[in-house]
T-cell receptor
Framework: AQTVTQSQPEMSVQEAETVTLSCTYD???????LFWYKQPPSRQMILVIR??????QNATENRFSVNFQKAAKSFSLKISDSQLGDAAMYFC??????????FGAGTRLTVKP | NAGVTQTPKFQVLKTGQSMTLQCAQD?????MSWYRQDPGMGLRLIHY???????DQGEVPNGYNVSRSTTEDFPLRLLSAAPSQTSVYFC?????????????FGPGTRLTVL
């Protein structure tokens, strides 16, 4: 079964600075999708960004961007100009179909004012 | 649209009791899933459904049943609660379009089994 590894249980960043969260995954497939979800203290899971594996271009959403390295099976999330509202758990997820998403253990991000 | 709703938000059970966690979505999504979230383990898939009348097991199905009689509703039943089922449970739905799409999550149910 595919596994998703987030090697940083906790990270912290100063407000307005940049932080990168790491994610690696294990697969033998060439066609798949990768996601980053944010879970603030409210517990609500929110999609941050989505990447299609066959697309070379890294996905971006405003201050959030990814560094997708397909050969290395790496999918890191960069948050620029960090804001207090970015404080949350961040989950990396892998999916080949809509039936079976695999999530990493999560990284807790703290933003210091 | 209410999106994905779950009830109850919190529940405490005694070992051996049964209960049903409710989940409903109003987005006409084909796919619905149940996950459990445990500290240090992320979210793990319990059961999923690809449409009304069709369900299947996920990664951790033991001790849980599901049914999908309508597109909107996807209840999760705990047959005989055990302390190992203490967790936060999330229901999610997604469109059945090409590719793998954004999952829309409910607010979660925190379940404690004593």
């Amino acid at each position: 079964a595919q596994t998703v590894t987030q090697s940083q249980p906790e990270m912290s960043v100063q407000e307005a600075e940049t932080v990168t969260l790491s994610c690696t995954y294990d697969t033998s497939e060439s066609d798949y999708y990768l996601f980053w979800y944010k879970q603030p203290p409210s517990r609500q899971m929110i999609l941050v960004i989505r990447q299609e594996a066959y697309k070379q271009q890294n996905a971006t959403e405003n201050r959030f961007s990814v560094n997708f390295q397909k050969a290395a099976k790496s999918f890191s999330l960069k948050i620029s100009d960090s804001q207090l509202g970015d404080a949350a758990m961040y989950f990396c997820a892998y999916g080949e179909n809509n039936n079976d998403m695999r999530f990493g253990a999560g990284t807790r991000l703290t933003v210091k004012p | 649209n209410a999106g994905v709703t779950q009830t109850p938000k919190f529940q405490v059970l005694k070992t051996g009791q049964s209960m049903t966690l409710q989940c409903a979505q109003d987005m006409n999504h084909e796919y619905m899933s149940w996950y459990r979230q445990d500290p240090g383990m992320g979210l793990r898939l319990i059961h999923y459904s690809v449409g009304a009348g069709i369900t299947d097991q996920g990664e951790v199905p033991n001790g849980y049943n599901v049914s999908r009689s309508t597109t909107e509703d996807f209840p999760l039943r705990l047959l005989s609660a055990a302390p190992s089922q203490t967790s936060v449970y999330f229901c999610a739905s997604t469109q059945g379009l090409a590719g793998v799409n954004e999952q829309f999550f409910g607010p979660g149910t925190r379940l404690t089994v004593l």
